[in-house]
């Protein structure tokens, strides 16, 4: 077989560089990220290259997303996707990450369905997914899951709650519609917020809320650290769905993502942009928030 320019046989991909060196991320690494006033990133990721590629680009934390659904299955809602599809997924994901010696704090989506039931329904699924190499398991909704969330914790299962835009509800909100909009709404939004936290969710997602309702949250939980997507800047952190801010979703972009590809060129490089616009506070530009 032939050497390629570069010493390595054509056809054979070369040894990856060393990632410099990081700190793991962990629950505690994210609460001094917090305190110093760091912002937090994070992005989706479904497979084992995307994965390794977001954390050589300094993301810390990933998410296995239902949103696989929409963008990797072609669903119209993440409704359809099943826990056998996330563990798989996630299971990807994990050894993406240990392959790259990445160490980045590791998401996973609880899909509709797999713990409305019963707590230990939640429990088996949750169960399942750490076992595939998660490391926080999300759910979505207030008021009914803190029971879950206290059960879960309590268990050794960190959580990540939901709030706002809850897609696997999106039928029941009438749309994709902004969330805590009005007096009698933004109430339930920071009593169900309150009740995660107490419960012991340590992540808070806030989806399509109001930039200063977010802020207001973002300062009133404590011990609960708020990423938001589509609410504004004062958030302890932001997410987005990987596929939006490489501008190759099949549906529309949604107002508040940035098409970080077309500014970098390429994946990496859009991935590290993401990175140093969340840190630096540049993105998400609150005037595209004020609902």
């Not at 899909?111 to 076992?131: D, I, K, N, T, V």
């Not at 207030?142 to 309590?154: I, K, N, Y």
Request: net charge neutral; glycine share 10%; proline share 5%.
């Amino acid at each position: 077989m032939s050497a390629s320019t570069n010493g390595t046989p054509y056809g054979t991909i070369p040894p990856a560089s060393p990632l410099p060196q990081r700190r793991p991320v962990s629950l505690p690494r994210l609460a001094q990220m917090r305190a110093a006033g760091e912002k937090i990133t994070m992005l989706t990721a479904y497979d084992a290259t995307f994965a390794a590629v977001a954390d050589a680009a300094g993301v810390e934390c990933i998410l296995v997303g239902d949103s696989l659904g929409m963008v990797c299955q072609g669903l119209h809602s993440t409704v359809g996707v099943s826990l056998d599809d996330m563990c798989y997924h996630t299971a990807s994901v994990a050894r993406g990450l240990h392959r790259a010696q990445a160490t980045a704090w590791l998401v996973a989506d609880l899909p509709y369905g797999s713990y409305q039931e019963s707590r230990e329904q939640a429990l088996r699924s949750a169960s399942a997914l750490m076992q595939a190499g998660a490391h926080m398991v999300k759910l979505e909704g207030g008021g009914w899951t803190a029971p879950t969330v206290q059960f879960l914790v309590e268990r050794g299962i960190p959580v990540c709650a939901h709030l706002g835009l809850t897609p696997q509800t999106v039928h029941a909100l009438g749309g994709y519609r902004v969330q805590g909009k009005d007096d009698v709404a933004a109430a339930t939004l920071r009593r169900q917020a309150r009740e995660l936290q107490d419960a012991g969710a340590a992540m808070l997602v806030l989806e399509m809320v109001p930039a200063a309702l977010a802020a207001e949250l973002t300062q009133a939980l404590t011990h609960c650290h708020t990423i938001g997507i589509g609410a504004g800047n004062g958030t302890a952190g932001q997410v987005l769905v990987l596929h939006d801010m490489l501008g190759v979703n099949l549906g529309k972009m949604p107002k508040f993502v940035r098409n970080f590809m077309q500014e970098a060129g390429n994946v990496k490089g859009a991935m590290a942009a993401y990175v140093q616009a969340v840190k630096d506070g540049s993105f998400p530009d609150n005037q595209l928030h004020a609902w």
